[in-house]
């Protein structure tokens, strides 16, 4: 049974694409006279998600209105009558429109969305609450931006200051105004977003590669990514897997569109995807470089202008990330994730259609296809720097993994598609086909189920339950609860009760406090509480164990649940 009414998770899953892609589509219409419906409409999500969440980050922090529901939907009725004025006035450039035209690969694609789908909410089947802690952590921040009204939010966890950074900040604010657009409860939100962000990412895969005709290999190879608890991944509703979307929608951008007129729009999807999940920004830039060298010819300047582009998120990167990019750091990169376990999340049948992908694109060079397989080797070279010599960024190389296999993906599409055109006879070129698809999805979907056997629940069914019951019958004035600090994060996104302790989490870690000290928590809970004295100290109202606990100041008021009746303390 849901946590929330199911028609929410309806709302959610079908509100996202159409509230924000509709201000994008208008915006597309005059700029992009040649393009079926199904690009614009997909890469005018993406530019309706970026343009809504600027306009409500900006009305919130350089106006001061309060980061609610009639901003959410100021900022959408403003950018939408902006575009369809802009759309009307040059009407002239994109009417009479074609009428959408639905074809068999388009069948064959809704078909393999339904499958990407159900790929993707698998290890959801059996509970409706985020998987990962990251999910948490994102669940959290947006939560308390609509909590509190604001973006520079009071960290929710202790409720004593903002946090000292938030380096995802953008991804925060645009699913704090997708829940003010929708209404959705926050845990159908989170139980929508990766089918939702996995068909986008599949369907702009889609419409990259069916500009050399190779779409549905494409799309067949993106929808195979794999997730890991380690390098993420579509499974999870986290910033990279919105920021994997991206990157084939800025491709489409600046690859079928008309530069002078779209180099406004690419520029707001970088900037939005650099404060979003800057790594993804990073793998659009060097993608955007790439295209822009190996197009020079076609026109210089506009080459020039698309560089100047490229190099937005790493120039903001030194700016933003000043600590995390100095000389010292790049010069001592370190990591625990070995080369082995990346070729066996790719798979060998990806990988050797990737390298045969890349061959035959050296024999028949396309700026576009030579783009992606520039952009992979990029990503290995970038991996190979930091494991042989540790130069580098812990975080873009802990990113690149998925990167390269998204563009590694794309070039094993043509790969594929090669195979079904071959000058063979018709019977042995199928059976070719159908053997080498039958092979990569016979290998990626067992691997898959596998590596979800090693997701964990952060919190069971009754710790979930206890939450609940806590959320509706303890008052939250005052209250503080000591809680396992790795349940601390959810315990207190469910609840609303400030936490003494949750890990992992970065949101208090910069400054000197009595809270958030995860070895004395943990020592606390593995004894029977008696310590009174270090309780108070704690402002601690609250216990959350399954131990007995030997301190007459507490009584259990639920299973698990034991709340402070003497004396009296504020936190």
Same mark, same amino acid.
């Given at each position: 049974m849901l946590p929330f009414p199911s028609g929410d998770l309806v709302v959610a899953a079908a509100g996202i694409p159409l509230l924000f892609g509709l201000p994008g589509l208008l915006a597309l219409l005059p700029l992009t006279p040649g393009w079926g419906w199904l690009p614009r409409a997909l890469v005018g999500v993406a530019l309706g998600m970026a343009g809504v969440t600027f306009a409500a980050w900006g009305g919130n922090a350089l106006l001061g209105l309060p980061l609610d529901a009639r901003l959410a939907w100021g900022s959408w009725a403003a950018l939408t009558l902006l575009a369809g004025a802009a759309a009307w006035l040059a009407r002239h450039q994109w009417l009479p429109l074609a009428r959408p035209r639905v074809g068999r690969k388009h069948l064959v694609l809704a078909l393999l969305l339904v499958g990407v789908a159900l790929f993707v909410?698998?290890?959801?089947?059996?509970?409706?609450?985020?998987?990962?802690?990251?999910?948490?952590?994102?669940?959290?921040?947006?939560?308390?931006?609509?909590?509190?009204?604001?973006?520079?939010?009071?960290?929710?966890?202790?409720?004593?200051?903002?946090?000292?950074?938030?380096?995802?900040?953008? /991804?925060? @604010?645009? =699913? &704090?105004?997708?829940?003010?657009?929708?209404? %959705?409860?926050? *845990?159908?939100?989170?139980? +929508?977003?990766?089918?939702?962000?996995?068909?986008?990412?599949v369907a702009t895969a889609f419409c990259c590669g069916e500009r050399e005709g190779y779409g549905l290999e494409a799309a067949l190879l993106v929808a195979l990514l794999p997730t890991s608890i380690?390098?993420?991944?579509?499974? /999870?509703? @986290?910033? =990279? &897997?919105?920021?994997?979307?991206?990157?084939? %929608?800025?491709? *489409?951008?600046?690859?079928? +569109?008309?530069p002078r007129r779209t180099l406004p729009l690419l520029a707001l999807?970088?900037?939005?995807?650099?404060?979003?999940?800057?790594?993804?920004?990073?793998?659009?830039?060097?993608l955007t470089g790439t295209y822009a060298l190996l197009t020079a010819r076609r026109g210089p300047w506009r080459s020039l202008a698309l560089l100047a582009l490229a190099a937005v998120p790493f120039v903001l990167g030194l700016v933003v990330f000043r600590k995390q990019t100095e000389p010292d750091d790049l010069l001592a990169a370190s990591t625990g994730l070995p080369v082995p376990e990346f070729l066996s999340l790719f798979g060998a049948a990806a990988g050797?259609?990737?390298?045969?992908?890349?061959?035959?694109?050296?024999?028949?060079?396309?700026?576009?296809?030579?783009?992606?397989?520039?952009?992979?080797?990029?990503?290995?070279?970038?991996?190979?720097?930091?494991v042989t010599v540790h130069v580098g960024q812990n975080n873009l190389f802990d990113r690149a993994w998925m990167h390269g296999m998204l563009t590694m993906s794309m070039t094993g599409g043509f790969a594929l598609h090669a195979l079904r055109r071959a000058p063979w006879r018709p019977a042995l070129r199928v059976g070719a086909t159908a053997l080498?698809?039958?092979?990569v999805v016979g290998l990626a979907v067992p691997a898959?189920?596998?590596?979800?056997?090693?997701?964990?629940?952060?919190?069971?069914?009754?710790?979930?339950d206890n939450a609940i019951w806590a959320r509706d019958h303890v008052p939250h004035g005052g209250a503080r609860a000591l809680v396992d600090p790795w349940q601390g994060n959810a315990w207190n996104t469910l609840t609303g009760i400030h936490v003494y302790a949750a890990q992992p989490f970065g949101m208090t870690s910069l400054?000197?406090?009595?809270?958030?000290?995860v070895p004395a928590a943990l020592r606390m809970l593995a004894s029977n509480m008696s310590d009174e004295r270090t309780l108070q100290r704690w402002n601690v109202t609250l216990l959350v164990t399954d131990h007995p606990v030997a301190n007459a100041n507490f009584t259990e008021v639920h299973p698990g649940l034991w709340q402070r009746v003497r004396p009296n303390l504020s936190s």
């Amino acid at each position: 049974m849901l946590p929330f009414p199911s028609g929410d998770l309806v709302v959610a899953a079908a509100g996202i694409p159409l509230l924000f892609g509709l201000p994008g589509l208008l915006a597309l219409l005059p700029l992009t006279p040649g393009w079926g419906w199904l690009p614009r409409a997909l890469v005018g999500v993406a530019l309706g998600m970026a343009g809504v969440t600027f306009a409500a980050w900006g009305g919130n922090a350089l106006l001061g209105l309060p980061l609610d529901a009639r901003l959410a939907w100021g900022s959408w009725a403003a950018l939408t009558l902006l575009a369809g004025a802009a759309a009307w006035l040059a009407r002239h450039q994109w009417l009479p429109l074609a009428r959408p035209r639905v074809g068999r690969k388009h069948l064959v694609l809704a078909l393999l969305l339904v499958g990407v789908a159900l790929f993707v909410t698998r290890p959801h089947w059996g509970t409706a609450l985020p998987l990962h802690q990251d999910e948490w952590s994102h669940l959290s921040a947006s939560k308390a931006m609509v909590d509190q009204a604001r973006v520079a939010f009071v960290d929710p966890h202790l409720g004593l200051w903002p946090p000292p950074s938030d380096g995802e900040i953008a /991804y925060h @604010v645009l =699913l &704090a105004v997708a829940k003010l657009l929708t209404g %959705a409860d926050w *845990l159908a939100l989170f139980l +929508a977003l990766p089918p939702l962000v996995a068909a986008l990412l599949v369907a702009t895969a889609f419409c990259c590669g069916e500009r050399e005709g190779y779409g549905l290999e494409a799309a067949l190879l993106v929808a195979l990514l794999p997730t890991s608890i380690r390098v993420l991944g579509p499974q /999870y509703a @986290v910033p =990279l &897997a919105l920021g994997l979307f991206f990157i084939p %929608a800025s491709f *489409l951008l600046f690859a079928g +569109a008309a530069p002078r007129r779209t180099l406004p729009l690419l520029a707001l999807l970088l900037v939005f995807l650099f404060f979003a999940h800057p790594q993804s920004a990073a793998a659009a830039g060097v993608l955007t470089g790439t295209y822009a060298l190996l197009t020079a010819r076609r026109g210089p300047w506009r080459s020039l202008a698309l560089l100047a582009l490229a190099a937005v998120p790493f120039v903001l990167g030194l700016v933003v990330f000043r600590k995390q990019t100095e000389p010292d750091d790049l010069l001592a990169a370190s990591t625990g994730l070995p080369v082995p376990e990346f070729l066996s999340l790719f798979g060998a049948a990806a990988g050797l259609l990737f390298l045969a992908g890349a061959f035959l694109t050296l024999l028949d060079p396309n700026p576009e296809r030579l783009a992606w397989v520039a952009t992979s080797l990029a990503h290995l070279l970038l991996i190979a720097l930091f494991v042989t010599v540790h130069v580098g960024q812990n975080n873009l190389f802990d990113r690149a993994w998925m990167h390269g296999m998204l563009t590694m993906s794309m070039t094993g599409g043509f790969a594929l598609h090669a195979l079904r055109r071959a000058p063979w006879r018709p019977a042995l070129r199928v059976g070719a086909t159908a053997l080498a698809v039958l092979l990569v999805v016979g290998l990626a979907v067992p691997a898959q189920a596998a590596r979800e056997g090693e997701y964990y629940q952060v919190l069971s069914p009754t710790d979930y339950d206890n939450a609940i019951w806590a959320r509706d019958h303890v008052p939250h004035g005052g209250a503080r609860a000591l809680v396992d600090p790795w349940q601390g994060n959810a315990w207190n996104t469910l609840t609303g009760i400030h936490v003494y302790a949750a890990q992992p989490f970065g949101m208090t870690s910069l400054r000197a406090s009595p809270y958030q000290n995860v070895p004395a928590a943990l020592r606390m809970l593995a004894s029977n509480m008696s310590d009174e004295r270090t309780l108070q100290r704690w402002n601690v109202t609250l216990l959350v164990t399954d131990h007995p606990v030997a301190n007459a100041n507490f009584t259990e008021v639920h299973p698990g649940l034991w709340q402070r009746v003497r004396p009296n303390l504020s936190s």
